[in-house]
């Protein structure tokens, strides 16, 4: 897997003010890694009104994609890499802030982290959990359930995957 230190921020086409990028946790700079921690506990913390433990440990193996405004985070994701022994990569903590919902800012993110997952992991299954309300937004996009429902944190989730980019050439 390259790095993504050498990219550079990108214009998000639909949204010209907007500008994306992906990043390891330790290229980010200090304002941004803060600006996506706090969206990140307003949504899934106070929004949500979920206890749970935010920081993870796995921010340090992810590849996360911000989508900026005049460098202040409006929307993140993160890309998990396999774990050892394991042939799927995982997309989670999906968030947008609320002045930007309903315009398919969570839907370009999701293409991005796809065609990432693709580029850097063709042959592993991309997998999720997803909040059950939103299952009809992960099947649009091409993902496939996989289990029973469950709770993830008191809110409820399912499974879903995507099968693996077996017809890429790279």
């Not at 929004?47 to 405004?69: I, N, P, R």
């Not at 890309?79 to 802030?97: D, K, M, T, W, Y």
Request: hydrophobic letters at 40%; a negative charge; proline letters at 5%.
């Amino acid at each position: 897997m390259e790095s993504t230190k050498q990219q550079l921020p990108q214009q998000v086409p639909e949204f010209p003010e907007l500008q994306w990028c992906w990043y390891k946790l330790q290229e980010m700079e200090p304002v941004a890694l803060y600006d996506m921690l706090a969206l990140r506990e307003a949504i899934f913390v106070v929004e949500q009104s979920c206890v749970y433990q935010e920081l993870d440990g796995l921010d340090k193996t992810a590849q996360h994609l911000l989508m900026t405004l005049d460098q202040n985070v409006v929307a993140c994701l993160r890309l998990l890499p396999p774990a050892e022994q394991a042939s799927r990569v995982r997309i989670g903590r999906v968030a947008v802030s609320l002045d930007w919902r309903k315009r398919g800012m969570a839907g370009m993110m999701m293409r991005q982290a796809i065609a990432r997952s693709r580029q850097d992991y063709q042959s592993c299954k991309i997998y999720l959990h997803a909040q059950t309300y939103l299952l009809g937004f992960y099947k649009s996009l091409g993902f496939r359930v996989c289990g029973d429902e469950f709770l993830e944190d008191g809110i409820p989730h399912v499974p879903m995957h995507m099968q693996a980019d077996i017809n890429s050439e790279q």
